[in-house]
Protein backbone atom coordinates (compact mmCIF):
# COMPACT_ATOMS: atom_id res chain seq x y z
CA UNK A 1 0.00 0.00 0.00
CA UNK A 2 2.75 2.40 0.32
CA UNK A 3 4.45 1.69 -2.54
CA UNK A 4 0.92 2.60 -4.41
CA UNK A 5 0.46 5.74 -2.19
CA UNK A 6 3.81 6.66 -3.17
CA UNK A 7 3.17 6.02 -6.96
CA UNK A 8 0.01 7.54 -6.81
CA UNK A 9 1.34 10.91 -5.55
CA UNK A 10 3.72 10.85 -8.32
CA UNK A 11 1.37 10.50 -11.20
CA UNK A 12 -1.10 12.62 -9.28
CA UNK A 13 1.48 15.49 -9.67
CA UNK A 14 1.62 14.81 -13.54
CA UNK A 15 -2.15 14.70 -13.80
CA UNK A 16 -2.13 18.34 -12.42
CA UNK A 17 0.92 19.60 -14.64
CA UNK A 18 -1.20 19.20 -17.79
CA UNK A 19 -2.55 22.11 -19.00
CA UNK A 20 -5.00 20.03 -20.55
CA UNK A 21 -6.48 19.07 -17.46
CA UNK A 22 -6.62 22.43 -16.21
CA UNK A 23 -8.29 23.83 -19.40
CA UNK A 24 -11.14 20.83 -20.10
CA UNK A 25 -11.70 19.06 -16.91
CA UNK A 26 -11.43 22.10 -14.36
CA UNK A 27 -11.99 25.40 -15.52
CA UNK A 28 -14.16 24.70 -19.00
CA UNK A 29 -17.44 23.03 -16.91
CA UNK A 30 -16.98 26.23 -14.44
CA UNK A 31 -16.92 28.76 -17.44
CA UNK A 32 -19.64 27.67 -19.45
CA UNK A 33 -22.17 27.00 -16.39
CA UNK A 34 -21.25 30.63 -14.83
CA UNK A 35 -21.84 31.76 -18.38
CA UNK A 36 -25.11 29.55 -18.92
CA UNK A 37 -26.51 30.57 -15.39
CA UNK A 38 -26.15 34.40 -15.64
CA UNK A 39 -27.92 34.56 -19.36
CA UNK A 40 -30.83 31.81 -18.57
CA UNK A 41 -30.42 30.30 -15.24
CA UNK A 42 -34.06 31.03 -13.99
CA UNK A 43 -35.58 30.02 -16.59
CA UNK A 44 -37.30 26.67 -16.95
CA UNK A 45 -35.61 24.32 -19.74
CA UNK A 46 -38.83 23.67 -21.53
CA UNK A 47 -40.50 21.39 -20.51
CA UNK A 48 -38.44 19.21 -18.33
CA UNK A 49 -39.21 20.31 -15.23
CA UNK A 50 -35.95 21.95 -14.64
CA UNK A 51 -34.47 25.51 -14.85
CA UNK A 52 -31.55 26.01 -16.55
CA UNK A 53 -29.24 26.60 -13.64
CA UNK A 54 -30.39 22.86 -12.08
CA UNK A 55 -30.24 21.17 -15.73
CA UNK A 56 -26.64 23.07 -16.24
CA UNK A 57 -25.30 21.87 -12.72
CA UNK A 58 -26.23 18.29 -13.14
CA UNK A 59 -25.24 18.41 -17.19
CA UNK A 60 -21.78 20.08 -16.76
CA UNK A 61 -21.24 17.83 -13.40
CA UNK A 62 -20.50 14.92 -15.84
CA UNK A 63 -17.67 17.00 -18.09
CA UNK A 64 -14.84 15.62 -16.00
CA UNK A 65 -15.85 12.19 -16.17
CA UNK A 66 -16.33 12.55 -20.28
CA UNK A 67 -12.58 14.16 -20.24
CA UNK A 68 -11.13 11.42 -17.95
CA UNK A 69 -12.52 8.29 -19.62
CA UNK A 70 -12.42 9.39 -23.38
CA UNK A 71 -8.51 11.07 -23.45
CA UNK A 72 -6.99 11.01 -20.12
CA UNK A 73 -7.16 6.81 -19.73
CA UNK A 74 -6.95 5.61 -22.96
CA UNK A 75 -4.21 7.77 -24.14
CA UNK A 76 -1.82 7.06 -20.81
CA UNK A 77 -2.52 3.73 -21.45
CA UNK A 78 -1.82 3.69 -24.97
CA UNK A 79 0.90 5.43 -24.68
CA UNK A 80 2.66 3.74 -22.23
CA UNK A 81 2.24 0.43 -23.98
CA UNK A 82 3.55 1.88 -27.26
CA UNK A 83 6.86 3.25 -25.69
CA UNK A 84 7.01 -0.23 -24.27
CA UNK A 85 7.39 0.92 -20.54
CA UNK A 86 4.25 -1.45 -19.32
CA UNK A 87 6.26 -4.57 -20.78
CA UNK A 88 9.56 -3.43 -19.31
CA UNK A 89 7.60 -3.01 -15.59
CA UNK A 90 5.73 -6.18 -15.97
CA UNK A 91 9.46 -8.32 -16.02
CA UNK A 92 10.14 -6.29 -13.17
CA UNK A 93 9.36 -6.22 -9.50
CA UNK A 94 7.14 -2.76 -9.90
CA UNK A 95 4.00 -4.51 -11.47
CA UNK A 96 2.64 -2.61 -14.33
CA UNK A 97 -0.78 -3.26 -12.87
CA UNK A 98 -0.03 -0.68 -9.44
CA UNK A 99 0.83 2.48 -12.71
CA UNK A 100 -2.42 1.68 -14.17
CA UNK A 101 -4.73 1.53 -11.11
CA UNK A 102 -2.97 4.93 -10.58
CA UNK A 103 -3.56 6.11 -13.62
CA UNK A 104 -7.25 5.10 -13.57
CA UNK A 105 -7.46 6.45 -9.73
CA UNK A 106 -6.13 9.99 -10.85
CA UNK A 107 -8.26 10.45 -13.14
CA UNK A 108 -11.48 9.66 -10.81
CA UNK A 109 -9.55 12.49 -8.57
CA UNK A 110 -9.40 14.60 -11.30
CA UNK A 111 -13.09 14.13 -12.42
CA UNK A 112 -14.23 14.42 -8.61
CA UNK A 113 -12.33 17.71 -8.06
CA UNK A 114 -14.00 19.24 -11.21
CA UNK A 115 -17.36 18.12 -9.93
CA UNK A 116 -16.78 19.58 -6.58
CA UNK A 117 -15.24 23.03 -8.07
CA UNK A 118 -18.38 23.16 -9.46
CA UNK A 119 -20.96 22.48 -6.69
CA UNK A 120 -19.13 25.14 -4.31
CA UNK A 121 -19.61 27.86 -7.47
CA UNK A 122 -23.70 26.79 -7.97
CA UNK A 123 -23.93 26.57 -4.07
CA UNK A 124 -22.10 29.75 -2.67
CA UNK A 125 -22.44 31.80 -6.29
CA UNK A 126 -25.83 30.84 -7.33
CA UNK A 127 -27.87 29.53 -4.36
CA UNK A 128 -28.15 25.82 -5.92
CA UNK A 129 -29.80 23.37 -4.04
CA UNK A 130 -30.81 19.80 -4.55
CA UNK A 131 -34.07 19.14 -4.16
CA UNK A 132 -33.30 15.39 -4.55
CA UNK A 133 -31.44 13.11 -2.11
CA UNK A 134 -27.51 14.34 -2.13
CA UNK A 135 -26.28 10.54 -1.22
CA UNK A 136 -28.38 8.71 -3.87
CA UNK A 137 -27.19 11.83 -6.69
CA UNK A 138 -23.52 10.91 -5.45
CA UNK A 139 -23.93 6.92 -6.09
CA UNK A 140 -25.13 7.41 -9.36
CA UNK A 141 -22.65 9.91 -10.17
CA UNK A 142 -20.14 7.46 -9.11
CA UNK A 143 -22.27 4.74 -11.52
CA UNK A 144 -21.58 6.92 -14.27
CA UNK A 145 -18.29 7.47 -13.56
CA UNK A 146 -17.23 4.15 -13.56
CA UNK A 147 -19.33 3.29 -16.67
CA UNK A 148 -17.67 6.00 -18.27
CA UNK A 149 -14.29 4.58 -17.49
CA UNK A 150 -14.95 0.71 -18.14
CA UNK A 151 -15.91 2.36 -21.96
CA UNK A 152 -12.63 4.53 -21.50
CA UNK A 153 -10.33 1.04 -20.66
CA UNK A 154 -12.22 -0.67 -23.46
CA UNK A 155 -10.75 1.66 -26.22
CA UNK A 156 -7.46 1.51 -24.33
CA UNK A 157 -7.16 -2.56 -24.57
CA UNK A 158 -8.70 -2.55 -28.08
CA UNK A 159 -6.20 0.48 -29.60
CA UNK A 160 -2.62 -1.16 -30.76
CA UNK A 161 -1.39 2.21 -31.67
CA UNK A 162 -1.50 5.80 -31.12
CA UNK A 163 -3.35 6.62 -34.22
CA UNK A 164 -5.92 4.15 -34.01
CA UNK A 165 -6.27 5.92 -30.00
CA UNK A 166 -6.71 9.00 -31.27
CA UNK A 167 -9.30 8.35 -34.05
CA UNK A 168 -11.46 6.28 -31.08
CA UNK A 169 -11.51 8.60 -28.92
CA UNK A 170 -12.11 11.20 -30.76
CA UNK A 171 -15.52 9.55 -32.26
CA UNK A 172 -16.20 9.46 -28.59
CA UNK A 173 -14.92 12.41 -26.51
CA UNK A 174 -16.37 15.25 -29.27
CA UNK A 175 -19.85 13.73 -30.00
CA UNK A 176 -20.27 12.58 -26.39
CA UNK A 177 -19.49 16.15 -25.03
CA UNK A 178 -21.44 18.07 -27.27
CA UNK A 179 -24.55 16.26 -28.45
CA UNK A 180 -25.37 14.41 -25.47
CA UNK A 181 -26.40 17.26 -23.37
CA UNK A 182 -22.79 17.64 -20.97
CA UNK A 183 -21.91 20.84 -22.04
CA UNK A 184 -24.83 22.01 -24.52
CA UNK A 185 -28.29 22.18 -22.63
CA UNK A 186 -30.18 18.74 -24.05
CA UNK A 187 -33.32 20.94 -23.41
CA UNK A 188 -32.51 23.35 -26.47
CA UNK A 189 -32.35 20.30 -29.14
CA UNK A 190 -34.65 19.58 -31.14
CA UNK A 191 -37.04 16.44 -30.58
CA UNK A 192 -35.43 14.12 -33.11
CA UNK A 193 -32.07 15.48 -31.56
CA UNK A 194 -33.03 15.19 -28.04
CA UNK A 195 -33.79 11.20 -28.48
CA UNK A 196 -30.41 10.32 -30.65
CA UNK A 197 -28.52 12.10 -27.61
CA UNK A 198 -30.54 10.11 -24.55
CA UNK A 199 -29.28 7.34 -26.44
CA UNK A 200 -25.49 7.64 -25.72
CA UNK A 201 -23.92 6.37 -23.12
CA UNK A 202 -23.22 9.76 -21.21
CA UNK A 203 -26.42 10.93 -21.98
CA UNK A 204 -28.11 8.14 -20.35
CA UNK A 205 -25.92 9.19 -17.18
CA UNK A 206 -27.08 12.89 -17.72
CA UNK A 207 -30.65 12.27 -17.36
CA UNK A 208 -30.28 10.37 -14.49
CA UNK A 209 -28.82 12.27 -12.84
CA UNK A 210 -31.22 15.09 -13.40
CA UNK A 211 -33.98 12.42 -12.11
CA UNK A 212 -32.08 11.76 -9.56
CA UNK A 213 -31.53 15.55 -8.79
CA UNK A 214 -35.11 16.17 -8.69
CA UNK A 215 -36.29 13.28 -6.60
CA UNK A 216 -37.93 11.75 -9.41
CA UNK A 217 -36.75 8.02 -8.62
CA UNK A 218 -39.46 6.17 -10.46
CA UNK A 219 -37.53 6.81 -13.39
CA UNK A 220 -33.99 5.51 -12.54
CA UNK A 221 -34.68 1.81 -13.18
CA UNK A 222 -33.71 1.43 -16.55
CA UNK A 223 -30.66 4.04 -16.74
CA UNK A 224 -29.45 2.46 -13.48
CA UNK A 225 -29.72 -1.42 -15.93
CA UNK A 226 -28.29 0.23 -19.22
CA UNK A 227 -24.84 1.86 -17.46
CA UNK A 228 -24.30 -1.65 -15.38
CA UNK A 229 -24.88 -3.61 -18.51
CA UNK A 230 -22.32 -0.61 -19.86
CA UNK A 231 -19.92 -1.53 -17.32
CA UNK A 232 -20.19 -5.38 -17.42
CA UNK A 233 -19.68 -5.64 -20.63
CA UNK A 234 -16.70 -2.97 -21.84
CA UNK A 235 -15.05 -3.99 -18.44
CA UNK A 236 -15.02 -7.48 -19.70
CA UNK A 237 -13.39 -6.87 -23.33
CA UNK A 238 -10.96 -4.18 -21.39
CA UNK A 239 -10.02 -7.61 -19.58
CA UNK A 240 -9.87 -10.03 -22.19
CA UNK A 241 -8.51 -8.22 -24.86
CA UNK A 242 -5.87 -5.87 -22.83
CA UNK A 243 -2.27 -6.54 -23.59
CA UNK A 244 1.09 -5.19 -21.70
CA UNK A 245 2.42 -4.66 -25.62
Known amino acids: MRR ?4 YRVEQKIFFRSPDVILFCLAMPLVVFVVITMITGSKN ?40 ILRRMYCSPCSPARLLACDILCSGVVAALSTLILTVAAVAAFGYRMPGNVLVY ?21 CRTTKSMNVATSLLYFPMLLFSGATIPAEVFPAWFQS ?19 GCYDKITVPVIMLTAITLICGTIAVKTFRWE
Do not use: H
Open 4 to 7: FLRM
Open 45 to 84: AADSGLTYLQSSYVALSTVGICCSAFMSIPITIVELRSQG
Open 138 to 158: LAMWLLTMVSMFSIGLMVASL
Open 196 to 214: AANVMPLGVGINLLKSVSM
